[in-house]
Antibody
Framework: QVQLVESGGDLVRPGGSLRLSCTGS????????MTWIRQVPGKGLEFLSY????????HYADSVQGRFTISKDKGENSMYLQMSSLRVEDTAIYYC???????????????WGHGTRVTVSS | DIQMTQSPSSLSASVGDRVTITCRAG??????LSWYQQKPGKAPQLLIY???TLHSGVPSRFSGSGSGPDFTLTITNLQPEDFATYYC????????FGQGTRLEIE
């Protein structure tokens, strides 16, 4: 069964750091671009970052550029989001998502994790 | 980033109704347009991709159309389980989502 599971969400102080994980099963991460998307509770969806199957292509939204780092561990079929200099406005549910088809990012997201909650508060 | 604007932001309808949600792209996106349904506490679920292709397992009462800049999601014969929030998303240049349309029971 193809699925994604996020973990690592927590309560963290402003300025702090946190590392989120996304582990996949039923498919090979190396075949797909993988993406992080977040949602402030009660609000819309916001793209954050993607990483190619090889890990050679990475892109960030302006809102997290320079603060967040995406990476992947091919051997473990896992992806990570290292978040630093966290702000109150980073409070959200963080989802990892996989495109419908392998090979590119210009696609719909057919597989989503259940999300992990990050709360940034003093 | 390409701005995606959905309308309306919310709407009320009854079981059995037909509803249409519109998504306008701020620039050309060809047919790189997808629609998602999200229920409270759950992750979004893909309904339609490539503007009009129904994702596997999605009921045929859902349909998508348009080729830019305006796209529509139509739900015919609304069922109780269809009351949710709907998002459009473009993947032509980068990735961006509409702000969502909340479909409520009238």
């Amino acid at each position: 069964q193809v699925q994604l599971v996020e973990s690592g969400g927590d309560l963290v102080r402003p300025g702090g750091s946190l590392r989120l994980s996304c582990t996949g099963s039923g498919f090979a991460f190396s075949d797909y671009y993988m993406t992080w998307i977040r949602q402030v509770p009660g609000k819309g969806l916001e793209f954050l970052s993607y990483i190619s199957g090889t890990g050679n292509t990475i892109h960030y939204a302006d809102s997290v550029q320079g603060r967040f780092t995406i990476s992947k561990d091919k051997g473990e079929n896992s992806m990570y989001l290292q978040m630093s200099s966290l702000r109150v406005e980073d409070t959200a549910i963080y989802y990892c998502a996989r495109p419908l088809r392998g090979g590119g990012i210009s696609d719909a997201f057919s597989i989503w994790g259940h999300g992990t909650r990050v709360t940034v508060s003093s | 980033d390409i701005q995606m604007t959905q309308s309306p932001s919310s709407l009320s309808a009854s079981v059995g109704d037909r509803v249409t949600i519109t998504c306008r792209a701020g620039q050309r996106i060809n047919s790189y347009l997808s629609w998602y349904q999200q229920k409270p506490g759950k992750a979004p679920q893909l309904l339609i991709y490539a503007a009009s292709t129904l994702h596997s397992g999605v009921p045929s009462r859902f349909s998508g159309s348009g080729s830019g800049p305006d796209f529509t999601l139509t739900i015919t014969n609304l069922q109780p389980e269809d009351f949710a929030t709907y998002y459009c998303q473009q993947s032509y240049t980068g990735i961006s989502f509409g702000q969502g349309t909340r479909l409520e029971i009238e």
